[in-house]
């Protein structure tokens, strides 16, 4: 293990410590608290041991939030444990298992970076890359249609669900949802054509159809293109 800048540990206990136990229960914290609530202390203090101890392992908070975001991307690896499918249902079982994951730990859909740094984010979009390579596309346009791939995965989920982290400590998705639907409806129809039409759709949908359905479209127009056929 690679070690960041900080204080060397001291004593059994920190000697104990390692940056999976460490990201692992910050997971858990901010699961309950949140990014705002996480602290070195409170972490320090769950695990038994002292600040310092954790700075040998994790340079700084950004970088404990970044790594726990990325082991929650793992989660949705162990969700999805193969790549036996075919193109597009391997892909779409894929997106799908990673949309869950960060629907659980919504604090981490912001973090997953873009593009990829870390161990399992780089591993996503490997993943993708070996199932794009089974398409019949050309190979060199893997690279740009698997990057479109990821970047729709992780970068909608983010669009769908970090709002929630933002709205959340004052009011519920719900009411968040029902507040922007009237002041779409408060709009000029002339104007605004689609959005007055469309409030009560915003107030009753479900994200995760939400993002199934932009992923659909994203893997019919590859089908079509890998696999060209003529009209019938």
């Known amino acids: 293990m690679q070690r960041t800048r900080g204080r060397a540990p001291t004593g059994g206990r920190a000697d104990a410590l390692s940056q999976e136990l460490i990201v692992g229960a910050a997971v858990s914290l901010l699961d309950e608290l949140g990014e705002r609530g996480l602290t070195f202390r409170l972490l320090a203090k769950e695990l038994n041991t002292g600040p310092g101890a954790l700075y040998w392992h994790v340079a700084n908070k950004d970088e404990l939030v970044a790594l726990a975001a990325d082991q929650v991307l793992g989660q949705a690896f162990a969700a999805h444990a193969g790549l036996e499918e075919e193109t597009g249902s391997g892909l779409r079982a894929l997106a799908l298992a990673v949309f869950d994951a960060l629907d659980r730990h919504p604090w981490a859909a912001s973090h997953v970076s873009a593009p990829p740094t870390l161990a399992n984010a780089l591993r996503l979009l490997d993943r993708i890359g070996t199932l794009v390579a089974r398409s019949g596309l050309p190979a060199e346009r893997h690279f740009t249609v698997s990057t479109a791939i990821s970047y729709y995965i992780t970068g909608v989920s983010a669009q769908i669900i970090a709002p929630r982290i933002t709205h959340q400590a004052t009011v519920s998705r719900d009411d968040f949802l029902a ?54």
Do not use: C, K, V
């Open 179 to 232: 507040e922007t639907a009237q002041r779409w409806e408060e709009l000029d129809p002339s104007d605004y054509p689609f959005l007055t039409r469309t409030t009560q759709h915003l107030r009753d949908h479900a994200d995760r159809d939400q993002f199934i359905a932009g992923l659909d479209m994203l893997l019919d127009g590859l089908n079509t293109t890998a696999d060209p056929r003529p009209p019938a």
